[in-house]
């Protein structure tokens, strides 16, 4: 059975079911267990469970560092990160622990943790607590980095991670914390490494994820009204990447469009660029649009924020642009 | 603590094979044949020996990057002839030349390996402990570190957890007063660094760690308070390196006649020294052992000189657990 529940129930949901499935699971970070998070994505579990819950000091490097660790011996932690840019304090135990034990291993264990981590801007917070952190994660082999867009994707992905031997970041944009969609009751797991084909459409692929799907559909609704019709990729995975969904989609459209939160330069976009690029130059007809944030930390001031995040109008003169060339 | 002549003369033997151990695998790294960095404990021996006589192989040990003797002494005998192969990038080895001397690790005996990032494994060993304590089992975890690694962060946030959350982990800090050419005195306030643990409540000591003897009491104790509950322990052990902080550094920042002084309290001298006057050992039952190690060692050397190179294919393994990444086509 489904109904209409919020991203972030969604997300709760999923840890309460899967704590409940499996014994190994357990949740650990800052104000996690007994308030239930600082953004309440942890509630209900500690007074569940309160030897499966754990509060710790400000110490996010202790935090992936246990997690690391527990998971070697069989344990499924799931860590939060309030904020994803804290991630610069234990990067070092994403990078060069938790993203490299599988291949240490040789595969006989692995860093099976999940750290959710909430990244994004849009509530005024600046650029401590705003960032997107993505292209930091990506050039990782070894890491898994998923981003949902929806709470259909949040609860089935979340699921597959905790499930998943890799370290999985999983990302929540605190944007779409509050945003509703159907979702089943059930456990159900959404499968990694694959991109979600939001909207068909045959004239622009546009590779949108996290809080920009939204952008991306409001878009492509409008663009409609004028004719231009518009496929929307949701890469779910950011990386390790779906490339065959997307190449598959550009070779149809011949036009890429993708719309990224965060600075332009070195982010994810310019990577899908240069796939598509490489792969099937001769099927374009147009060259790719990339609509990002300005090169600058997030501002605080709300006319500040908003004048570095990506724009809408640019998504759509920059579709009309690829239509006319 | 007083150990019986059985036990001296093992862990003797022990001591004997990895300076055996680290001085081949010396001269091959001088000669080129070993590629890469490699830190050798010359001289720390009983540092290493004594703490790994006292662990069980379900115990976690994760050593520090001048490693080898404990990894080798952790391992079973057989397997030992695999972590030199490991050290020449040989397909043989242990972990199959992927990880070489400061990733050796070994799951079946709980060698969880080195991080090459000095202060990592202060946390991780904090995860092994966790979970000791999460699946209610007696298993203790040792962290090797250097007096180098104390001025890293996590070593604070580490401490301060398995302080609060009395976690079995034993933290056991190496001390041979360099942290590659800064002397530890330069760069910490504390004349002991043991002291750095009275901060966190952790019972902190520090051993002479030239001494055998001293140095599987204090492990002991460390493990026996972990075991029953009660927390973490630093044990500092004063030691030093008689090699530069790689093979091929001279180490000319040391003053001049440090090393022969150090020297003089060279672990596997003052143990025969022990065996011969203390329990009557005959001088031929020294030499026994000396035969035995070096036969061990000449056959993980012509086992690792004989061993094929990897397969370049296999990097691309294990990168996930579930999905291939792209080779070359």
Redesign the interface.
């Given at each position: 059975m489904t109904r209409k529940i919020s991203f972030s129930k969604a997300i709760n949901e999923a840890l309460h079911q899967e704590m409940e499935r499996d014994e190994k699971v357990?949740i650990i970070g800052e104000d996690v267990a007994k308030m239930g998070g600082d953004f309440g994505i942890t509630a209900g579990i500690w007074s569940k469970w309160p030897k499966r819950a754990f509060d710790?000091?400000l110490?996010e490097?202790?935090i992936?560092?246990?997690?690391?660790?527990?998971?070697?011996?069989?344990?499924r932690?799931v860590a939060e990160l309030m904020f994803a840019d804290f991630i610069a304090v234990c990067y070092?135990?994403i990078v060069?622990?938790a993203a490299?034990l599988?291949?240490?291993?040789?595969?006989?264990?692995?860093a099976?943790i999940v750290v959710r981590a909430v990244t994004g801007g849009g509530i005024r917070c600046a650029y401590h607590h705003s960032q997107c952190i993505e292209p930091w994660l990506m050039n990782i082999?070894?890491l898994?980095v998923l981003a949902p867009s929806t709470p259909y994707e949040a609860k089935g992905l979340l699921i597959s991670a905790i499930r998943?031997?890799?370290p999985v970041i999983f990302l929540e944009h605190k944007g779409l914390y509050n945003k509703k969609g159907e979702v089943p009751e059930d456990l159900y797991e959404l499968p990694l490494?694959k991109a979600n084909i939001v909207r068909e459409g045959s004239d622009i692929t546009i590779v949108a994820a996290m809080s920009m799907v939204d952008f991306a559909q409001k878009a492509a609704e409008e663009l409609s009204g004028q004719g231009i019709q518009c496929e929307i990729i949701n890469p779910l995975t950011l990386f390790?990447l779906d490339k065959e969904t997307i190449i598959n989609s550009v070779a149809k459209t011949g036009r890429l469009v993708i719309i990224q939160e965060g600075p332009k330069f070195m982010g994810y976009a310019a990577e899908i660029g240069s796939m598509v690029y490489e792969e099937i130059f001769e099927y374009l007809k147009a060259p790719m649009k990339r609509i990002t944030s300005l090169d600058t930390p997030v501002p605080f001031a709300p006319v500040m924020e908003d004048y570095v995040m990506p724009q809408y109008e640019d998504v759509l003169k920059a579709c009309n642009q690829l239509m006319s060339f | 603590m007083a150990l019986s002549k059985d036990h001296m003369l093992n862990i003797y033997r022990d001591m004997v094979l990895i300076r055996r151990f680290e001085e081949i695998i010396e001269k091959y790294s001088k000669n080129g044949t070993i590629p890469g960095f490699i830190h050798l404990s010359i001289g720390q021996e009983a540092a290493q020996a004594g703490v790994i006589d006292v662990l069980r192989e379900t115990d976690y040990k994760f050593p520090d990057h001048r490693g080898h003797g404990a990894i080798v002494l952790a391992s079973r005998p057989e397997d030992r002839k695999l972590i030199m192969a490991e050290i020449f990038g040989k397909k043989t080895g242990i972990?199959?030349g992927?990880?070489g001397s400061m990733?050796i690790?070994d799951?079946k005996v709980r060698n969880?390996?080195f991080?090459?990032?000095q202060g990592?494994t202060?946390?991780?060993?904090?995860?092994?402990?966790?979970?000791?304590v999460?699946?209610q089992t007696d298993d203790v975890?040792v962290v090797f570190m250097g007096d180098g690694t104390l001025g890293e962060?996590?070593c604070h946030?580490?401490m301060?957890?398995a302080a609060?959350w009395k976690l079995p982990l034993i933290y056991v800090l190496i001390n041979n007063q360099y942290a590659i050419s800064t002397p530890y005195t330069e760069s910490h306030p504390q004349k002991q660094l043991s002291d750095w643990g009275k901060g966190y409540n952790v019972p902190s000591m520090t051993v002479d760690g030239n001494d055998i003897e001293a140095v599987i009491e204090v492990t002991q104790s460390a493990v026996d308070r972990a075991k029953r509950g009660e927390g973490p322990t630093l044990i500092e052990l004063m030691t030093y390196r008689w090699q530069g902080h790689f093979s091929g550094d001279p180490a000319a920042y040391r003053p001049e006649g440090e090393l022969e002084k150090w020297k003089e309290k060279c672990p596997i001298k003052l143990a025969k020294e022990k065996l011969l006057n203390h329990f009557g050992v005959h001088e031929s039952e020294i030499t026994e052992i000396h035969n035995w190690v070096e036969k061990e060692i000449n056959s993980y050397l012509e086992f690792s000189l004989a061993s094929p190179n990897p397969s370049p294919q296999d990097s691309i393994?294990?990168?996930?657990?579930?999905?291939e990444?792209e080779g070359r086509s």
């Open positions: 357990f710790t000091a110490s490097s202790a992936i560092g246990l997690s690391c660790g527990a998971a070697l011996c069989g344990l932690p070092d135990q060069n622990n490299k599988s291949y240490m291993y040789e595969g006989k264990a692995s099976q082999p070894g898994v998943n031997n890799n490494y390790p | 972990n199959g992927r990880g990733h690790n799951l969880m390996g991080n090459g990032i990592s202060v946390v991780t060993s904090l995860g092994t402990a966790f979970a000791s999460y699946n975890t962060g996590t946030e580490s301060n957890m609060t393994k294990y990168v996930y657990t579930d999905v990444v």
